[in-house]
């Protein structure tokens, strides 16, 4: 049985010795090799995904203006931001939309300027105190004139998805892109065999303090993400066979670039942000080499009738990934084109850059310092009547 | 020889018109039928390339008109700016002709002129914004 720990394969990337693959690569290096045989070989396998996030957005500290202010109301390029933190410190989420512009332009798109260097202007309010006797500001300001400026991201990085259809005979507008009437269409987002916690489904790796890519910069896993329900029914080979684990991750906004984080507008849906995210996997033991082996062909998920408008949903069918990738699958005896919402192309992109960095010693892996839960109900929103219910 | 985009639109009594066989034997024009809807006792559409000589181009929009089928000549096009495409694919759910696709080795979006329709579809869905439309 193979063993290595973090600090055995980190030296190796120190020395330029460690070998790395890509979550692609590794599976016709197992196919050729076996598992025993690659995990001696190989030190990393990297993992990535491209694909709209809408739980992001970022923390910005603006520096104190003279005379101060303490700011409970902020628009940013009137973009509403939650200011309700001290007194310049303001948190801009990615779905929030522009109060002149409605769903052209949102959180999203403010990120997107900060991080391309743009002048964004910010307006504040406030009710004065014997501190901060400031009102009213109006100013521009920008990465390099604010002080910190950083992404956290509440639910990034889902270990799998559901795929929609729409049975209805409207046209219906949602988060997963247009859904043409009548089973008029499939659409799926995720990037399959190269998503990092397809590839890690029971977070043996990626954990609490893990070093990521994000957006171009280097970032960390910060906690668990919001929804995460490790519970999920899974598979066989322990992989979820929907919705399941979900990462909150950080990152510097100053250090990123738009070529990996790119703002997005659904039709008559809202604005969601394009977040690139790669994620190494160091190969401790054969177990998580042969995770790492995962083919989209291994993958569930389940077609979900999004004119159905209830949590409730019915499942149509499961369908694997290689199947949603040929761009057809079969609903009700109907031949259906399927397509997908995230851009497999960048996040291939990704996985090679993460490759290349370790590879060169400019990214270093690190354990995590707390594992994520594998047990976690999770609980819904009913609408409740007494206090103490 | 002339080439333009047309869509024509069939009044329910009209569907049975075998409008393509008059325009290719009498007016010398090569027909390629790019999307069909076409359903007897109900309206149709029907939408293709004419290619031919413009003054037998001319002469044949005359004869649909007079058969009673209204039409459309396409002069708008599809402007795909893919510098600033990421190859989602979400673009591709909606388009109707197959003009939009992503490449099943290579996930890269791939658009072809000839086989767009131009029904605009793919602006709305792009969450890019990296679709318009020139006249």
């Known amino acids: 049985m193979i063993k290595k720990s973090f600090e055995e394969i980190n030296e190796k990337i120190k020395k330029g010795k460690a070998v790395i693959v890509t979550a692609d690569e590794i599976i016709d290096l197992v196919a050729e090799k076996g598992i025993k045989k690659a995990a001696q070989e190989v030190d990393v396998v990297t993992t990535a995904t491209f694909g709209p996030m809408c739980s992001s957005g970022a923390f910005l500290n603006f520096g104190h203006s003279d005379p101060p202010i303490k700011m409970s109301k902020v628009w940013l390029n009137d973009v509403p931001a939650y200011a309700g ?47 901060y006797p400031l009102k009213e500001i109006t100013t521009f300001i920008n990465k390099k004139n604010i002080n910190q400026a950083f992404l956290f991201n509440p639910r990034n990085a889902y ?42 489904p029971e977070y ?33 080979n322990k992989v979820p066979i929907g919705a399941a684990g979900t990462l909150t991750l950080i990152g510097d906004l100053k250090q990123m670039n738009t070529n990996f984080i ?22 401790l033991d054969e177990d998580i080499l042969e995770k790492t082996a995962i083919k989209d062909s291994q993958i569930f998920t389940n077609v979900y009738d999004y004119s159905v408008q209830s949590r409730k949903r019915p499942a149509i069918r499961s369908v694997s990934y290689e199947e949603l990738r040929s761009g057809t699958i079969k609903l009700n005896n109907k031949k259906v084109s399927t397509a997908p919402l995230s851009s497999l192309k960048v996040a291939r992109e990704i996985a090679q850059i993460l490759k290349k960095q370790i590879a060169k010693g400019d990214f270093v892996l690190t354990q995590p310092v707390a594992h994520l839960p594998l047990k976690n109900k999770m609980n819904t929103l009913d609408i409740r009547g007494g206090k103490d219910e | 020889m002339n080439k333009i985009k ?53 002469k044949g ?21 893919e510098d600033k495409c990421i190859h989602c694919g979400a673009c591709t759910a909606v ?20 086989e767009c329709l131009v029904c605009e579809l793919c602006i709305k869905s792009c969450p890019l914004n990296v679709m318009s439309v020139a006249f």
Not at chain 1, 166 to 195: A, E, I, R
Request: some cysteine; aromatic content about 10%; overall charge neutral.
């Open chain 1, 85 to 131: 933190i001290a007194a310049v410190d303001a948190y801009i989420g990615a779905t929030e939309l522009s109060e002149t512009k409605g769903m052209e332009y949102g959180g999203a798109h403010v990120i997107e300027d900060l991080i391309k260097g743009k002048n964004v202007k910010l307006h504040a309010k406030s009710y004065g105190t014997d501190c």
């Open chain 1, 159 to 200: 270990q799998n998805y559901a795929a929609a259809t729409n049975s209805s005979d409207k046209t219906l507008y949602t988060y997963m892109g247009t859904l043409l009437p009548d089973y008029g269409n499939v659409t799926y987002s995720t990037s399959g065999q190269l998503s990092p916690l397809l590839n890690d």
């Open chain 1, 204 to 236: 043996r790796t990626i954990g609490i303090g893990t070093r990521i890519f994000i957006g171009g910069a280097q970032g960390y896993v910060a906690w668990e993400g919001t929804q995460h329900n490790p519970e999920q029914n899974r598979g066989t």
């Open chain 1, 262 to 283: 790119r703002a997005a507008v659904y039709e008559k849906y809202g604005i969601s942000i394009f977040i690139g995210i790669g994620i190494p996997i160091p190969i």
């Open chain 2, 6 to 58: 047309i869509c024509l639109y069939f009044p329910p009594n009209k569907v049975t018109v075998p409008l393509s066989y008059h325009l290719i034997k009498n007016f010398d024009l090569q027909l390629n039928i790019l999307h069909a809807d076409i359903d007897l006792a109900k309206t149709g559409k029907l939408i293709m390339d004419v290619l031919g000589e413009k003054k037998n181009i001319e």
């Open chain 2, 61 to 81: 929009l005359k004869f649909i008109e007079q058969q009673g089928i209204k039409y459309k000549i396409f002069n708008k096009t599809i402007i795909w700016q």
């Open chain 2, 95 to 114: 388009c109707p002709s197959g003009a939009l696709k992503l490449g099943t080795i290579d996930c890269m979006l791939t658009f072809d002129k000839e």
